[in-house]
């Protein structure tokens, strides 16, 4: 996971608050992918950002979740007035080619956790 | 919509003998597989991957299985270690989007 890094770690915030997670990718990557994981569950796929540009955000919820990746600075996930089930583990990542298999690969930062009361 | 599964949400093993992981997909269009490991409070690590043009890859202890016309993957890992003790999740891409099962935890007992 060394190389992309997620804040905060772990984040808590009462119901009708907002949450801000923030991901750098790995050095020299300019794209960025965020998933979620529910309780028990796998990971989601969420958006799919490029520097000034989303490029896929057919996982994110239509209200409250907006996600952005300035040109310079963090990739920001944003959660507007959190209820319960948004409690998840947010998890950014960048990518790179494998070289035996040709497939596009996934590096995960450790994740930010969210929980909300 | 459940495109991957992993059925068996536990696996135990003795030290020193094969893990097999099992995994099913429902979606024909996906291209590549791919299995990751995951410790607590760690993102999942990408671990090995295969094509849907081949039916086996193998990485050291770790060797993938594909079977197309079943539309069923496996992982074996062999011997298991005692650091294999974590959450594997297997997951299938479509481009640059990855699908994930819901994950299987190993217990690798000494």
Redesign the interface.
């Known amino acids: 996971n060394a190389g992309v890094m997620q804040n905060p770690r772990h984040l808590v915030r009462r119901r009708g608050q907002e949450a801000r997670l923030r991901c750098s990718p790995m050095k020299g990557h300019s794209h960025v992918y965020w998933y979620r994981q529910l309780p028990e569950e796998g990971l989601k796929f969420m958006v799919y950002l490029q520097k000034e540009n989303i490029i896929d955000e057919s996982g994110m919820p239509k209200e409250r979740f907006s996600a952005e990746f300035p040109k310079e600075g963090p990739s920001i996930l944003r959660i507007q007035q959190v209820v319960r089930g948004d409690s998840a583990a947010y998890f950014c990542a960048s990518s790179f080619r494998d070289r035996l298999s040709g497939a596009n690969v996934l590096t995960f930062g450790a994740g930010s956790r969210l929980t909300v009361l | 919509d459940q495109q991957?599964k992993?059925n068996s949400p536990s696996l135990s093993v003795q030290e020193g003998r094969i893990s097999i992981l099992n995994c099913d997909y429902t979606n024909s269009m996906f291209d590549?597989?791919?299995w990751y490991k995951k410790y607590p409070?760690?993102?999942?690590?990408?671990l090995i991957?295969?094509?849907s043009i081949?039916d086996k890859?193998e990485?050291g202890r770790f060797t993938v299985f594909l079977n197309k016309s079943a539309k069923h993957l496996s992982l074996h890992i062999v011997p298991s270690q005692p650091g294999d003790s974590a959450v594997y999740?297997c997951?299938a891409?479509v481009?640059?989007?990855?699908?994930?099962?819901?994950?299987t935890t190993v217990t690798v007992r000494a």
């Not at chain 2, 409070?41 to 990408?46: M, S």
């Open positions: 991957v992993q590549y597989f791919l409070a760690e993102g999942p690590t990408f991957s295969i094509s081949k890859n990485d999740f997951a891409s481009d640059y989007k990855l699908s994930f099962g819901a994950g």
